[in-house]
């Protein structure tokens, strides 16, 4: 069986949990738990370790998905998943411009240990105040540090958006792998 490893990660309600269950084909496991911090203002429960769903995309392969806690005090385990991994999605939540501070450390942290396909993905892009595609490639540092990664808008609880998503990331993935060779 071959298998490729993508981790979904992102700050704390980007969409990490309903972008992996919206895909599963199996009942996702998580690791949620009451939110006992600041979180709480805006849900009731976070992943504290990590979630794991799985698609298959042909008789013989199929995709892992493993989701990132979003708080950095569980870091450890952005680390123990990026290292296995094969490609990433980082998901940033267009309408609090105050995670985008911590996507771009989620980026630099993953970027310092792996060089690995990845895509950004926007989230609650449908929200009025959210930013534009260009101004949140600005404050995650991607125009300036010349960093070629796509950015999608992704809504995490629409199969048809996820999909697209998951497709590109693959491309992204088998682009690299031709690199390498």
């Known amino acids: 069986m071959e298998v490729l490893r993508i981790v979904v990660t992102g700050g704390v309600g980007a969409g990490k949990t309903s972008f ?16 006992t911090d600041e979180t709480a203002q805006f849900k009731e429960k976070t992943t504290v370790a990590m979630d794991f769903g799985r698609v298959s995309i042909a008789p013989n392969q199929s995709l892992h998905l493993y989701g ?12 123990i998943l ?10 940033v939540d267009a309408h609090r411009p105050e995670q985008l501070r911590n996507g771009r450390r989620i980026l630099n942290f993953i970027n310092q240990r792996v060089q690995l396909p990845h895509i950004i993905g926007l989230t609650h892009t449908d929200c009025s105040d959210a930013w534009e595609a260009e101004d949140v490639a600005i404050a995650l540092g991607l125009i300036k540090e010349q960093i070629k990664a796509p950015l999608i808008s ?11 998503a998951v497709i590109t990331l ?4 088998a682009q690299y792998q031709h690199l390498a060779k």
């Open 20 to 35: 992996i269950r919206t895909l599963s084909e199996i009942e996702v496991v998580d690791t949620d738990r009451k939110a």
């Open 154 to 164: 992704v809504n995490a609880t629409e199969r048809a958006s996820v999909l697209p």
């Open 68 to 79: 990132t806690p979003g708080q950095s005090r569980f870091d450890f385990m952005w680390d």
């Open 170 to 173: 693959i491309q992204e993935f």
């Open 82 to 91: 990026i290292k296995k991994a094969q490609a990433y999605i980082l998901l």
